[in-house]
């Protein structure tokens, strides 16, 4: 174990795994007792237990993971490149022409007069209906516009003015450890949702990071998340369950019937093969250019705010287990079959979390970074490990932010968004 002596931090390595990191001097001696151990054995033990099928694609996600992040440290632009994207829209547009050659095919059989192929018009209309194009729903009421919470939204337009996005024209949140942006309805409006749990454990210069990395989804050309694109993902999920090749749990007919419904499977099995095909190379999408944009967010959210302030939320993000326990427990604690809570038991919970957050040791966040690497798989399909966001961070050049909010203007847009955050917490209080 190597260990180098800084003003504030101790920085060592692993022997064992190679993994190397820096702490708090306050915790080295803990650190360098425990070591290896800072993965528990239940982590090993449910590692050792996974099917190989899962453990391939776990270890081909890190693969892929790891080496975009390499390349994207020599890289000068995080940008997808125009050939993804390009690949991208076309996936949207081969998907969505499919089901207008359906509907086109069905209008054609229903206008021929002849009455067999009013069945297979039947069908084709069927077809279209369940595989059609879906776009999000327009923000209804339970969503936050301007005029009712103008200091959220100065500062949104600050940063978006910094950034060059949009700024969201609604904002709403829920009872999530997470936040996200997102375009809705036929007009495409941007909008951000964010998790209270999340907003309510981050610092000031934290918020102004996520703030950044969200609206830096909007121009960081992550065209998988496109109106073509995600709607066309969707038909596909819907191509693949029509074209499953399966009878498991179904009962099988006698005669002709039954012998149709054996075959069915074997004529629909090329066509489930072609829709998984194109599964994966929506997966082959998703880490060429949504995986690439979910970098430059982070980039932008630096430059934003500062790569401190975006390390500090990468940081904060490894609480989410201890977050979810102590939500967990709120819940249990709350008597809901006597009465309702209130909004001021919601406070009261969001102002424990806020004092619990500050208790959470050295040692857990770094147990947390540690799982992270250990498993080497992403988030999910479109967000990297936290720790390849944070080695990505770090290896990029220091950026000092270019948006500024002071405390008062924070305590300002807390006490206009007490209500909203309030009714998020009752929400997760009814929750059992």
Known sequence: MALTETPRTVEYTCQQC???GEFDARFAPWCMAQDHYLITKDEQQKSATLKKRERRRQETARRRGEALQERLLQADDLR????????????GLAIHTLTLVIFIGAVAALLSGLWPLYIVALLGFGIAWVVRPRFGKRPGAGWI????????FAILDRIGEANGAPTPKYVSFDGRFNAGTARRGVRNEP?????????????????????????????????????????????????RVLFYPSTHGRPVSRGTAGFGQLLLPVVLFPFYLLMTGLQKFYGWLQV???????????????ETASTKAALALVRKL?????????????????PTFRNAPSLEDAMEMWIGLEDYIQTIPEHEYIRAARISEYRGTQIDSS????????????GRPPRNGTVTVTEDEWLSVDLELASYVAEAGRAILLRR
């Open 318 to 334: 490894d609480a989410r287990s201890s977050v979810e326990v102590y939500m967990a427990r709120a819940r249990t604690a709350h």
């Open 80 to 91: 997808p490149g125009g050939a993804a994207r390009l690949a991208a829209v076309s996936f």
């Open 145 to 152: 516009k301007r005029g009712k919470a103008p200091k959220l």
């Open 383 to 394: 967000h990297p490990a936290d720790y390849l966001r944070a080695r990505l961070l770090k």
């Open 191 to 239: 909008v951000l949702t964010l998790g209270v749990p999340l907003w309510q454990v981050l610092a000031g210069e934290e918020r102004l990071a996520l703030l950044g990395h969200e609206l830096g989804h909007q121009v960081n050309g992550d065209t998988t998340q496109s109106v073509l694109v995600a709607s066309a993902h969707r038909s596909l999920r819907e191509w």
């Open 288 to 302: 060429h250019v949504a995986l690439r944009a979910e970098f430059l967010a982070d980039d932008i959210a630096a």
């Open 18 to 20: 190679g993994w190397t």
